[in-house]
Protein backbone atom coordinates (compact mmCIF):
# COMPACT_ATOMS: atom_id res chain seq x y z
CA UNK A 1 0.00 0.00 0.00
CA UNK A 2 1.01 3.36 -0.77
CA UNK A 3 0.20 6.94 0.16
CA UNK A 4 -2.62 8.42 -1.23
CA UNK A 5 -1.23 11.67 -3.47
CA UNK A 6 -3.63 13.95 -1.27
CA UNK A 7 -2.20 13.16 1.94
CA UNK A 8 2.02 13.83 0.90
CA UNK A 9 1.32 17.02 2.64
CA UNK A 10 0.70 17.48 6.30
CA UNK A 11 -1.55 15.73 8.17
CA UNK A 12 -1.69 18.48 10.63
CA UNK A 13 -4.93 20.15 10.98
CA UNK A 14 -6.87 17.07 9.75
CA UNK A 15 -9.62 15.70 11.15
CA UNK A 16 -9.41 11.53 12.15
CA UNK A 17 -10.72 9.19 13.34
CA UNK A 18 -9.50 5.75 14.87
CA UNK A 19 -11.38 2.47 12.74
CA UNK A 20 -8.88 -0.10 14.05
CA UNK A 21 -6.30 -0.95 17.15
CA UNK A 22 -4.62 -3.45 18.44
CA UNK A 23 -5.06 -1.49 21.66
CA UNK A 24 -9.11 -1.58 22.07
CA UNK A 25 -9.47 1.78 24.24
CA UNK A 26 -8.55 3.54 20.96
CA UNK A 27 -10.86 2.34 18.59
CA UNK A 28 -13.64 5.19 17.65
CA UNK A 29 -11.33 7.95 19.08
CA UNK A 30 -11.73 11.24 16.88
CA UNK A 31 -10.30 14.90 16.54
CA UNK A 32 -7.58 16.78 15.03
CA UNK A 33 -4.19 16.01 14.27
CA UNK A 34 -2.12 18.31 16.33
CA UNK A 35 1.60 17.01 16.11
CA UNK A 36 3.22 14.40 14.15
CA UNK A 37 6.22 12.65 14.99
CA UNK A 38 7.96 9.49 12.88
CA UNK A 39 6.15 6.85 14.95
CA UNK A 40 3.27 8.98 16.53
CA UNK A 41 0.46 11.01 16.11
CA UNK A 42 -0.89 13.83 18.93
CA UNK A 43 -4.82 13.81 18.16
CA UNK A 44 -6.78 16.85 20.20
CA UNK A 45 -10.03 15.52 20.86
CA UNK A 46 -13.48 17.09 20.89
CA UNK A 47 -12.92 18.42 24.70
CA UNK A 48 -10.17 19.64 24.25
CA UNK A 49 -7.87 16.81 25.72
CA UNK A 50 -4.66 15.56 23.56
CA UNK A 51 -3.65 12.15 23.38
CA UNK A 52 -0.21 10.49 21.52
CA UNK A 53 -1.31 7.69 19.49
CA UNK A 54 1.20 4.77 18.18
CA UNK A 55 0.60 4.87 14.16
CA UNK A 56 1.75 1.19 13.53
CA UNK A 57 -0.99 -0.21 15.62
CA UNK A 58 -3.67 1.48 14.29
CA UNK A 59 -6.36 1.99 11.40
CA UNK A 60 -7.26 5.24 10.32
CA UNK A 61 -9.95 7.17 8.72
CA UNK A 62 -8.90 10.83 7.35
CA UNK A 63 -10.72 13.10 6.18
CA UNK A 64 -9.31 14.94 3.29
CA UNK A 65 -12.65 17.45 3.03
CA UNK A 66 -16.14 17.13 3.21
CA UNK A 67 -16.70 14.57 0.66
CA UNK A 68 -13.72 12.89 0.62
CA UNK A 69 -12.20 10.61 3.49
CA UNK A 70 -9.24 7.77 3.59
CA UNK A 71 -8.87 4.76 5.00
CA UNK A 72 -5.37 4.48 5.78
CA UNK A 73 -3.28 1.72 7.93
CA UNK A 74 -0.69 3.20 10.08
CA UNK A 75 2.09 1.16 8.76
CA UNK A 76 2.07 3.12 5.71
CA UNK A 77 2.40 6.44 7.67
CA UNK A 78 5.39 4.96 9.86
CA UNK A 79 8.56 6.86 8.76
CA UNK A 80 7.09 9.03 6.18
CA UNK A 81 9.35 11.94 6.58
CA UNK A 82 12.49 11.76 5.50
CA UNK A 83 15.05 13.68 7.66
CA UNK A 84 16.89 16.63 5.99
CA UNK A 85 20.42 17.37 6.51
CA UNK A 86 21.32 21.17 7.58
CA UNK A 87 23.23 22.73 4.92
CA UNK A 88 26.18 25.00 6.69
CA UNK A 89 27.16 27.58 3.95
CA UNK A 90 30.71 29.19 4.72
Do not use: A, H, W
Not at 8 to 32: A, E, K
Not at 47 to 52: E, V
Amino acid sequence: MTIPKRLFGRLIGRRIRIIMSRDPTLVGISGIITYETRNMLEIQLQNGQRIFVQKKICVFEIYCDKKTKIILDGNVLVNRYKRLKKIVRR
